[in-house]
């Protein structure tokens, strides 16, 4: 995880992104979403194996909770989340 945050850290803070073209910026983009489906399905799965194991009570009463707070994102996203997980048995 250290040498994805390594990269990520380095390829954003080289982007200029006044010099690209646009057809370049458009290539990134969908590049750039492409990773990110993939990053946020990993994201769901590691998140259903928190709920999975309860290791969220360290810090929080519920898995949605920690997961918002750890996302910052809202808790109805952090549910839409997680049930997703569940759905698909990811974990």
Do not use: F
């Not at 690209?20 to 910026?25: I, S, V």
């Not at 399905?41 to 009463?61: D, F, Q």
């Amino acid at each position: 995880m250290a040498a994805v945050e390594r990269s990520v850290d380095a390829w954003c803070d080289g982007l200029e992104v006044a010099l690209l073209a646009g057809t370049d910026a458009a290539d990134q983009t969908e590049r750039l979403s492409a990773v990110e489906r993939r990053i946020v399905a990993a994201k769901t799965a590691l998140a259903g194996r928190v709920e999975e194991t309860r290791a969220y009570r360290r810090t929080h009463k519920d898995a949605t909770g920690w997961l918002a707070t750890t996302a910052g994102t809202s808790p109805g996203d952090a549910a839409r989340m997680l049930r997703t997980n569940s759905r698909l048995g990811v974990v």
